[in-house]
């Protein structure tokens, strides 16, 4: 660790050290003007082309080699530089998407809002900054190491880490390390991968008149007394025990087409995440008895066709975890006591989670500044202080490229 600190010091004051850390102050407003321009360009999950046609044209522009690969992932490299050892990440899908342009705003504190400004707007900001930076004053004396950048797709929901996996594949991957950057903060760095599965529940049956045909089997009955059953179980015996911690989540519940019909189908999608995969398969076993439970409930007390169900996982993402005396963890470490940064390790669901249970090295770092609200309209960001981060980014790419 001394000579790591000495590393970080010495890079941090050579003149091109100097002169690149600085210029994330000096170039503050046009940082802030492409996060503004980037969250304008709608990029729900499953559609983020538009927006990775725009990065990958900013990457260009900025004099990296950038290409969409068939994930769809923008793939920036420097000209020239060797084989990247250390790739910086950052999703480019929101759960929400703006309706129109207008919809993200800036207010009159400094802050952004809308969907999508604290999660990923600072994460895929930081890549445009590290590029420009990168291009201005190069940190590594001419070195042709340089990281590769890239803004993927598919972290978000029934993405399932889709642009990850595609990155991560045997053929493809030659990354050695994978520094993710996702939200805001500097307060943490994410070393374990929180497992999670999602599964859709449907319950279908014959619908019909809600009197003609009164005492039918109805999905929508059927599905909310399963929901209650699950919840009241798995809320007594998982989640309420804080470790390991446990989470579930039904998230959407759907069915029915008007108010004087039987429906004839009704759906609900839950996140199932836990610290430990034995209790999620226990919250899944619960699921699945909870579901027949409830199916059986409704069939007894109908006088006419039954309901069925079927359960289909829709997602799963995996564990791991970087070890407490890993390279990366000992750079990043590192770094924070360089710059002063009082960061705690935690356990998260981010596009590490793939890296990590590949055994490779990666971890999740936030972008800076200040943010809120995620995964609802009232998201926000407030940008103060994200020149800290994005040093905190650049002298960790450098640590990791130059000491794999």
Request: net charge neutral.
């Given at each position: ?94 759960v ?65 880490l ?17 520094l ?23 319950i ?33 015996a ?76 829709i997602?799963?993402r ?84 130059t000491?794999?």
């Amino acid at each position: 660790m001394p000579q790591l600190a000495r590393s970080i010091a010495d890079l941090a004051g050579s003149t091109g050290g100097r002169a690149c850390l600085d210029w994330f102050r000096r170039e503050r407003s046009w940082i802030n003007e492409q996060h503004l321009k980037l969250c304008r360009i709608a990029a729900p999950t499953f559609f983020e082309e538009k927006r990775a046609t725009w990065m990958a044209a900013q990457f260009q522009a900025l004099g990296w080699e950038a290409r969409l690969d068939r994930a769809g992932n923008v793939v920036a490299s420097w000209p020239g530089g060797t084989a990247a050892p250390l790739a910086v990440t950052a999703h480019l899908d929101t759960v929400l998407a703006p309706r129109n342009p207008d919809d993200i705003k800036l207010l009159g504190d400094g802050r952004l809002a809308g969907p999508g400004v604290a999660d990923n707007g600072p994460g895929l900001t930081a890549l445009l900054a590290l590029a420009a930076a990168w291009k201005a004053v190069p940190p590594l004396n001419g070195s042709p190491l340089a990281p590769l950048l890239i803004a993927n797709v598919g972290e978000e929901g029934e993405g399932n880490l889709s642009g990850m996996r595609y990155v991560c594949r045997p053929a493809a991957n030659q990354s050695r390390a994978f520094l993710v950057l996702d939200g805001p903060g500097t307060d943490h760095i994410t070393s374990r991968a929180l497992a999670s599965q999602r599964f859709e529940v449907t319950i279908a049956g014959p619908g019909g008149h809600s009197w003609r045909d009164s005492g039918h089997g109805n999905p929508v009955h059927a599905l909310s007394r399963a929901v209650t059953l699950f919840t009241a179980q798995a809320g007594s015996a998982e989640t309420t025990s804080p470790s390991p911690r446990s989470s579930f989540n039904f998230g959407i519940f759907e069915g029915g087409s008007s108010i004087n019909s039987i429906p004839t189908e009704a759906r609900a999608k839950v996140d199932l995440r836990s610290e430990s995969l034995e209790c999620i398969g226990r919250l899944a076993a619960l699921l699945t008895s909870a579901v027949d439970q409830a199916v059986d409930t409704e069939n007894a007390r109908s006088s006419g066709p039954r309901v069925s169900a079927r359960i289909k996982e829709i997602g799963s993402r995996p564990s791991g975890e970087l070890p407490p005396h890993a390279p990366m963890l000992e750079a990043m470490r590192a770094v924070d006591a360089f710059l002063g940064i009082r960061s705690h390790l935690d356990c998260s669901s981010t596009d590490a989670n793939i890296p990590l249970a590949l055994g490779l090295q990666a971890a999740s770092i936030g972008a800076g500044g200040q943010g809120g609200g995620a995964h609802t309209p009232d998201e926000w960001y407030l940008p103060d202080g994200r020149e800290l981060a994005l040093r905190r980014i650049m002298l960790a790419a450098c640590v990791l490229l130059t000491n794999q």
